[in-house]
């Protein structure tokens, strides 16, 4: 075929992603009738709450089915100021708050209303998948902070110093992590702030996993560590992983009144507003019980434990235990360089490809999230699978010479 259209320059930088390659795999395996057992799935594996449902439906039986206000129907803003202001203390107006097509929409909109060419975006790694590509996608640059697995992927200050520039803009936090499910410590944040007070860096916090988190006691949080940065900071949030929600497309961003408003001029000249049947159903989300996640989280724990002792016995495999989220990121390096059937295993991305294929089970090597001496698995699956899944990894593991 002769390619008469030639994609934007912008879409050469952006690379693919390398779940993909692992991802076709696993899916054709599975259509040739293979037991995959999938590990790789970023979503609860519990439905949206029945009340939810039923919201979502009422809307549409009210033909609540039109165009909303773009930044969000207005009780809905207000629904997640009061919600905020509950559960964290901190105080928006309604004016201050965008609800968009989910978390990563907003994420997004954050980028294009923040970030530009000659703009550098600090972004602690391993990290999201989207964030390198969103910041790239705005024109600007991301530099990537390395986090280690010997210190809990907490933020050291000597690495961040070396990553602030002058051209640096802003910093995305994400705590709980998804891929590590670490959580920035209270000191780790005050370095953070300290540089964001100084040189005036937007923080840009995705707290999408702040509803599971698996330690007592409050959440750090950037803006409790330090209030000041109320003004120069986003609160990246919304219902996909706090109410089984993905499917609906609910995310919400709260800061200051002129990024947001910068925000609204980005979705009423692209998507307009999010589902107007959504935002109803994601109304009864925040204004009903909050006992779902907990309950979600209450049915982690113990598929966490499990999987977290049995990586811990697989020799020379090691895994910090997350404290939130719902996710573990073995470091399985000590078995890069060994083989099977003559083929060597070099990379993360060599590693889940061999899982699929000796133990037919689907991870996501670490590569895609920048870090590729760890593969993550999602334990957001039943525990039957679990068993299973860790009893084939190791198997797999062992076969390694
Ligand atoms: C860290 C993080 N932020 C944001 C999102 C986006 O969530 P949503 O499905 O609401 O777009 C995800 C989804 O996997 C995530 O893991």
Redo the contacts with the bound molecule.
């Keep these: 075929m002769t390619t008469i259209l030639n994609v934007a320059e912008r879409m050469l930088q952006i690379k693919p992603s390398p779940t993909l390659a692992v991802n076709a795999k696993a899916k054709a395996l599975k259509a040739s009738g293979a037991d995959i057992l999938n590990f790789s799935v970023?979503e609860p594996d519990f439905d949206t709450p029945a009340h939810v449902c039923a919201a979502g439906k009422d809307a549409i039986d009210q033909g609540f089915t039109r165009y909303t206000a773009v930044p969000g129907i207005p009780e809905l803003r207000e629904a997640i100021v009061d919600r905020i202001k509950v559960d964290k203390g901190w105080t928006y107006g309604a004016d201050q708050i965008q609800v968009c097509c989910?978390?990563?929409?907003g994420?997004y909109n954050m980028a294009m209303s923040l970030f530009g060419p000659g703009d550098e975006v600090i972004v602690p790694t391993p990290y999201?998948v989207s964030y390198p590509p969103i910041i790239e996608l705005a024109g600007a640059t991301p530099v990537l902070l390395p986090l280690s697995d010997t210190d809990n992927f907490d933020i050291k200050e000597s690495e961040l110093k070396k990553c602030a520039t002058p051209r640096t803009k802003g910093i995305i936090l994400?705590s709980p992590s998804?891929p590590t499910g670490a959580i920035f410590s209270n000191e780790a944040l005050r370095s953070v702030a300290d540089m964001a007070l100084e040189n005036k860096w937007a923080v840009i916090s995705?707290d999408?996993?702040d509803t599971i988190v698996y330690e007592d006691g409050p959440l750090p949080h950037i803006l409790n560590v330090e209030p000041k940065l109320m003004d120069q900071t986003l609160v990246l949030n919304?219902v996909?992983k706090s109410f089984a929600m993905?499917g609906w497309r609910i995310?919400y961003t709260a800061g200051p009144k002129h990024i947001i408003a910068a925000m609204n001029k980005i979705q009423s000249q692209s998507t307009s507003n999010a589902s107007s049947v959504a935002q109803k159903a994601a109304l009864a989300a925040v204004l009903g019980p909050q006992d779902f996640p907990v309950k979600m989280k209450e049915a982690f724990v113990p598929r966490l434990d499990f999987i977290i002792d049995k990586l811990e016995s697989i020799p020379d495999v090691t895994c910090v235990r997350p404290k939130g989220a719902f996710y573990v990121f073995p470091n399985l390096s000590a078995y890069y360089g060994k083989s099977f059937n003559g083929k060597v295993i070099g990379n993360s991305v060599d590693m889940a490809d061999f899982f699929l294929d000796e133990a037919l089970i689907a991870s996501v090597p670490g590569a895609a999230f920048g870090a590729d001496d760890f593969v993550r698995f999602s334990f957001a699956t039943s525990m039957d699978i679990i068993k299973e899944g860790m009893r084939r990894l190791e198997e797999a593991l062992m076969k390694l010479t």
Aim: charged share 10%; net charge neutral.
């Design positions: 970023g989910g978390g990563k929409h994420l999201w994400n998804n995705d999408i996993y919304g996909s993905t995310g």
